[in-house]
C-alpha cells in the first residue's frame, strides 16, 4: 500500500505499536530518589537568580504563552475547576472547586460570570474562589512557592509525560472526569496522588522558553501592562452607537431593549476596526462618557432593578471559538436599524413590564414592533442567531444539541410570503401559547410539564395549520419561492448546515456535505423562540428541573422545523421519511401530538418526478440558493468525476480528490473515528501555502431523548447510518485530533483511511499519520491550525479549545 519512500520516512513510526518499554523509559523522571513532596518544596532557583530587572510583559510575553498553551482548556464555563486563563480578570479570580456543568443538581448555584458576578478579587473570594498566585508578600521565592499555577508547571516539569504512544488509562481524559482542585494547602497531597497530572494537563511540557517566561513572570508577582484600550477610530463609533441605545423617547427604549435582549451573549465588532478588537452591549448603572459599572442579572430581561444605560464594553480576554459570536457594528447597520424599528408608524405608548411573564416572552413584551420588523432583523444575520444556541451560553450544549440530528440543512421562510407577517393579530392571540419554560420560572411541577407544553403547542399548530391550509399550491420551483432567497443582497445566512458532535455544534453557510436525512425550514415565531429558549432564556447555573423542562421544550421546536420542510414533500412520502428519522424519539410522540400531524394531510407542492422527492427537493434547494452558496460542494457531492473547485490549482485538485474517497466510508466501520478530525496537507513550502480540511463524523440515532446518554450507548445509536462529511477548512471549536500528510502521501492516507475495519487498522494510520498528546510536534501542529483559523477568518475566528481532544 505504502510505497518504499513514505516507508522509509514514516514506517519507523509503527515502532511504537511494537516496543512499549518507550513508554516507561520517556516518562522517568530524574529525581526519582526523593519524595514527590520534597522535589515540590524547592523552586527553579536558577530562573529566580536570573530574573530580569524590567517586568516581563503580560501582553507581549506571557499572554502569547498562555493563549496557545493553557487558554486551549482554560477558557469557557467548562474550564476545569472554572480557572479561566483567559485575561488578568481570570487569572487574579483563580478556581472553584463547584462545577458549572451539572445536569443533575436539584438546587441552582449562584451564577460565577467573569467580569458580571464579582467586581473585585476579595468578592471572588467570598464566592469560595480560591487563588492560583501569591497574594502575600511580593517576593520572588514567595511568588512561586505560594503560587498553585507554578507548581502545577513545576510538577509537570518534575514529571514529563511519555514521548510516545497513548497514555496510560490512569488519565484520565473524560469530559465528565472528576475535578481535584487542589488549594496551596492540599497541593502537595494532590502531587502525591497525581505526579503525572501537572500542567499543561495531558500535554506535551511547554519548551523550555515557555516555562521561563511564566515562571519569571509569576516571580515577579505578575505584573500586567496598562489595560487594553478601545482605539480611537472606535470611540467616535461607540458614541453614536450608545446616543441612539440611549435616546429616551418609549419607541427608542423598547426597540433597544429587545436589541439588547438579542445581541447581548454577542461579541460587537465595529466595521472598519481592528480584526480582534470586541466589545459586548451591556446594561451599566453609568451613562457615557464614565467607566461601564456592568448591572448583573442572571437574564437579560430580568428586572435590573436600579436606573440603567446600554453601554458598548471592550471585551479584555482572549477570544475563544466555542463562545465567539460576532456581530458587525456600521453605520450601515445604524441606518438598518432606523429603517426596520424607527421608521415604520407605529405608537408604544407604555414600555411593557418586568414581571416574568410578560418580560420572558417576545411575543407579549414586544408586540408593538411590527413582526416583520423582527423577523428581518433575525433574517439579517440568521447564522448569529442560529450559533446563539449552538455556542451561546452554553460550552456544553448537551441539554439542547442532543435533540438535533449530527447533519442537516436550514431555510427560513421569506417574509414576503409567510401570510403570518401580515396578520401581526395572530401572534398576538397566540402569544400565551408561545410562552417558552423559562417564563413559568420554577412555579410548575416537573412532571406536569410535557402536558403543559403540549396542550399550549396544539393549540398554537392549529392555529398556524389553518394558516397553512388557506395556502394554494405550488411547484417545486415556485413553492421553493417561499424560502427567503437571501434578499437583494444575497445574504449567506438563508442556506445555512448544522454539524452536531454529540455535545458541541458548529454552523457553516451553504448546503455542506451529502444530502442530509432532514432538514428545517424555520418561520418568525420558531426563530425567536429557539433563541429565548437556548440564549435568552437558558441559566447554565440552574437546576435540574430548568435543563429539563428547555430539553423537552426543544423537541417541539424541532419537530415544527421538521414539520414545516416535510410540507414540501409529497404527502405520499411525509410520514415514511418522518417515522424514518428518529426510530425511538417519534414513537409516542405521535399520538400525543395529534393536532401537529394536520400538516402529514394536504400536499401544497406538486410536480414531483420521481420516487425519491426528498433527494429531488434538495437538488432543486441547490439550484434556488446557488447565488447565495457562491461555491459548490465538490468533495461530498460530485456526481460526476472530475470535480474541481474555481481557481484550485493541481495540489488542491489533488488533495480534495483524495480526501473525497473518505466520504464513501459508512455504518461500524467508522466507530473508531473521532467526531472531528482535522488534517493538514503539507506541501513542502511557507507553512501557509499548506491545506486545512476536517474529517466529520456524522453519527446517526434510534433514540434522542435522554439528556444523559452516552454518546456510544447503543441504546440509543444507530451506527449503521453513521457517514462523514469532508470540508476544506477547519470546522468546529474542538477538534479531537490531529493528522498531517505530505502532499505526496495524501492518495496513501486517504486509501488507508477508507479502508479502515478495526481499531487496529485505525492505530495504524495514527501512527503513521496522526499527532498524539505525546507527540513532540503537538504543540506545532496545534500552533498550525490556530495560525490558519486566523488566517480563513481573521475576525470569525477564535482559539480552538483541546479539551475534547482524544486519547488514541
Same mark, same amino acid.
Given at each position: ?7 522509509? @520516512? ?18 522517568? $523522571? ?6 514527590? @513532596? ?119 516539569? =518534575? !514529571?514529563?509525560?511519555?514521548?510516545? /504512544?497513548?497514555?496510560?488509562? @490512569? ?23 497525581? %505526579? ?188 448569529? #442567531? ?85 395556502? /394554494? ?32 455544534? $458548529? ?20 426563530? +425567536? ?8 432564556? #437558558? ?22 422545523? +421538521? ?49 425519491? %422527492? ?10 434556488? #440558493? ?26 488542491? !485538485? ?11 466510508? @459508512? ?63 477547519? +470546522?468546529?471549536?474542538? %477538534?479531537? #485530533? ?60 477564535? =482559539? ?9
Amino acid at each position: 500500500m505504502f510505497n518504499s519512500d513514505t516507508f522509509r @520516512t514514516r514506517g519507523f513510526l509503527v515502532l511504537i505499536l511494537l516496543i512499549p518499554a518507550l513508554f516507561i523509559l520517556a516518562s522517568c $523522571s530524574s529525581n526519582q530518589g526523593s519524595s514527590i @513532596t520534597e522535589q515540590q518544596a524547592t523552586v527553579d532557583m536558577d530562573l529566580l537568580e536570573t530574573l530580569p530587572v524590567k517586568d516581563i510583559s503580560y501582553n507581549n510575553q506571557v499572554r502569547p504563552v498562555l493563549e496557545r498553551r493553557c487558554v486551549v482548556c482554560h477558557g469557557c464555563y467548562d474550564a476545569p475547576c472554572q480557572l479561566k486563563l483567559s485575561s488578568p480578570a481570570g487569572i487574579h479570580r483563580g478556581a472553584s472547586k463547584e462545577t458549572v456543568y451539572d445536569g443533575a443538581r436539584f438546587k441552582a448555584m449562584a451564577p460565577t460570570r467573569l467580569y458580571i458576578d464579582a467586581k473585585s478579587t476579595k468578592e471572588w473570594r467570598e464566592k469560595n474562589f480560591h487563588s492560583v498566585l501569591n497574594e502575600s508578600d511580593n517576593i520572588g521565592q514567595n511568588n512561586l512557592e505560594q503560587s498553585v499555577m507554578y507548581r502545577m508547571l513545576r510538577l509537570k516539569q =518534575l !514529571h514529563p509525560q511519555a514521548r510516545v /504512544g497513548m497514555l496510560p488509562d @490512569t488519565i484520565d481524559l473524560s469530559l465528565g472526569r472528576a475535578e481535584s482542585c487542589p488549594t496551596l494547602d492540599t497541593f502537595n497531597e494532590y502531587a502525591e496522588k497525581y %505526579p503525572n497530572q501537572g500542567m499543561p494537563f495531558a500535554m506535551p511540557n511547554l519548551s523550555d522558553k515557555e516555562y521561563r517566561v511564566l515562571v519569571q513572570w509569576m516571580a515577579q508577582g505578575a505584573p500586567i501592562d496598562d489595560v487594553k484600550k478601545s482605539s480611537a477610530r472606535v470611540e467616535e463609533q461607540i458614541r453614536r452607537w450608545e446616543t441612539f441605545l440611549n435616546n429616551p423617547d418609549n419607541k427608542h427604549q423598547l426597540v433597544s431593549r429587545y436589541l439588547y435582549e438579542h445581541l447581548f451573549i454577542g461579541h460587537m465588532h465595529f466595521k472598519g476596526s481592528d480584526n480582534r478588537e470586541f466589545y459586548r452591549l451591556v446594561r451599566s448603572t453609568t451613562p457615557a462618557g464614565q467607566s461601564v459599572d456592568e448591572v448583573a442579572t442572571v437574564r437579560p430581561y430580568d428586572d435590573p432593578e436600579v436606573e440603567f444605560y446600554y453601554r458598548l464594553q471592550l471585551y479584555p480576554g482572549d477570544i475563544v471559538a466555542k463562545a465567539h459570536l460576532v456581530y458587525e457594528l456600521s453605520d450601515a447597520r445604524l441606518d438598518r436599524y432606523q429603517e426596520l424599528f424607527i421608521k415604520p408608524d407605529y405608537e408604544v405608548a407604555s414600555l411593557p413590564s418586568w414581571e416574568p411573564l410578560v418580560a420572558a416572552n417576545p411575543f407579549k413584551a414586544f408586540k408593538d414592533i411590527p413582526p416583520r420588523s423582527r423577523y428581518e432583523f433575525l433574517l439579517d444575520d440568521a447564522r448569529y #442567531f442560529i450559533e446563539g444556541f449552538i455556542k451561546g451560553p452554553v460550552c456544553r450544549g448537551m441539554i439542547a444539541l442532543n435533540v438535533i440530528e449530527d447533519h442537516f440543512w436550514v431555510t427560513f421562510l421569506d417574509p414576503d410570503k409567510d401570510s403570518m407577517m401580515s396578520q401581526p393579530e395572530f401572534l398576538e392571540e397566540m402569544a400565551d401559547y408561545l410562552q417558552v419554560p423559562s417564563a413559568q420560572g420554577g412555579n410548575i411541577s416537573l412532571f406536569s410539564e410535557w402536558t403543559d407544553y403540549r396542550e399550549r403547542e396544539e393549540v398554537y399548530a392549529t392555529g398556524r395549520f389553518e394558516l397553512y391550509m388557506s395556502m /394554494g399550491q405550488y411547484t417545486i420551483d415556485d413553492a421553493l419561492g417561499l424560502l427567503w432567497g437571501g434578499g437583494e443582497n444575497n445574504n449567506p445566512s438563508a442556506a445555512l448546515t448544522i454539524f452536531r458532535h454529540f455535545d458541541s455544534a $458548529s454552523v457553516s453557510y451553504g448546503f455542506v456535505g451529502a444530502y442530509p436525512e432532514t432538514a428545517w425550514v424555520i418561520d418568525y415565531p420558531l426563530l +425567536e423562540r429557539i433563541h429565548y429558549l437556548l440564549v435568552a432564556g #437558558f441559566n447554565v447555573f440552574d437546576n435540574l428541573k430548568h435543563q429539563f423542562n428547555t430539553r423537552l421544550y426543544m423537541d417541539f421546536l424541532r419537530i415544527e422545523a +421538521e414539520d414545516m420542510y416535510l410540507s414540501f414533500l409529497p404527502t405520499s412520502h411525509r410520514q415514511a421519511i418522518r417515522d424514518g428519522w428518529y426510530e425511538g424519539m417519534r414513537k409516542g410522540m405521535d399520538t400525543t401530538l395529534n393536532d401537529t400531524n394536520h400538516w402529514m394531510s394536504k400536499d401544497v407542492v406538486t410536480g414531483y418526478q420521481s420516487n425519491d %422527492p426528498q433527494r429531488e427537493l434538495f437538488q432543486h434547494m441547490e439550484r434556488r #440558493f446557488a447565488r447565495v452558496i457562491k461555491r459548490d460542494d465538490v468533495i461530498n457531492r460530485c456526481e460526476k468525476p472530475p470535480c474541481h473547485a474555481k481557481g484550485a490549482d493541481i495540489d488542491k !485538485h489533488r488533495a480534495d480528490a483524495a480526501l473525497r474517497k473518505i466520504t464513501t466510508i @459508512t455504518g461500524l466501520r467508522l466507530a473508531a473515528f473521532p467526531d472531528v478530525a482535522v488534517v493538514r496537507v503539507l506541501r513542502g513550502g511557507d507553512p501557509s501555502d499548506d491545506f486545512a480540511y476536517s474529517i466529520i463524523r456524522n453519527k446517526a440515532y434510534k433514540n434522542v431523548t435522554s439528556i444523559f446518554q452516552n454518546e456510544e450507548d447503543s441504546e440509543y445509536r444507530d451506527f449503521s447510518h453513521d457517514s462523514v462529511t469532508v470540508v476544506d477548512w477547519i +470546522e468546529g471549536a474542538y %477538534p479531537n #485530533f490531529f493528522f498531517t500528510v505530505d502532499i505526496d502521501d495524501v492518495d496513501d492516507f486517504s486509501e488507508q483511511y477508507s479502508q479502515l475495519k478495526s481499531r487496529k487498522d485505525y492505530e495504524l494510520l495514527v501512527a503513521m499519520y496522526g499527532i498524539r498528546r505525546t507527540n513532540q510536534k503537538f504543540w506545532e501542529t496545534a500552533d498550525w491550525f490556530q495560525d490558519e483559523y486566523l488566517r480563513e477568518k481573521p475576525i470569525q475566528a477564535g =482559539l480552538l479549545d483541546l479539551n475534547r481532544y482524544q486519547n488514541r
